[in-house]
């Protein structure tokens, strides 16, 4: 079963998954919910940018922040793929991931008004309110 029908629209889809019961939607309120509660200082976050500007620094936090030892990653080469839940999402490659670790320039695949949309959900860099680590980009 998938998600989404192939035959709907990039908006549509997108939709379906940031509404209240969507899968992106119905963890942005948990989420929410974790980052503003009562055990705020038991999270960490740290967004994407912060991992791809300086991978070691955020794996150095994250590791000192849940009290492991750090080791050595090997940040150019690795891969990843999660096909069955790319198929789920309808969204074939979606997750696929592979070394090394560098911004890289791509192309928007969404319409600018659904990006911003999703631009302005970025409650997370919101620090106020909430006793969370917090490793963003700046």
């Known amino acids: 079963a998938r998600l989404t029908s192939p035959d709907q629209s990039l908006e549509k889809r997108v939709e379906t998954m940031i509404g ?17 509660g009562a055990n705020s200082e038991r999270v960490l976050v740290m967004d994407y940018d912060a991992l791809i500007a300086d991978p070691r620094l955020a794996l150095e936090t994250l590791y000192t922040f849940v009290r492991e030892p750090y080791f050595e990653h090997d940040f150019e080469n690795f891969n990843f793929e999660a096909h069955a839940f790319d198929e789920y999402l309808n969204s074939p490659g979606l997750h696929s991931v592979s070394g090394p670790i560098r911004r890289r320039r791509r192309e928007l695949a969404l ?26 980009a700046e």
């Open 20 to 36: 209240a019961n969507g899968l992106v939607g119905g963890a942005i309120s948990i989420s929410k919910e974790i980052l503003y």
């Open 111 to 136: 319409p600018h008004q659904l990006a911003r949309k999703l631009s302005d959900m970025a409650f997370w860099k919101d620090r106020q309110n909430s006793k969370a680590e917090f490793l963003l």
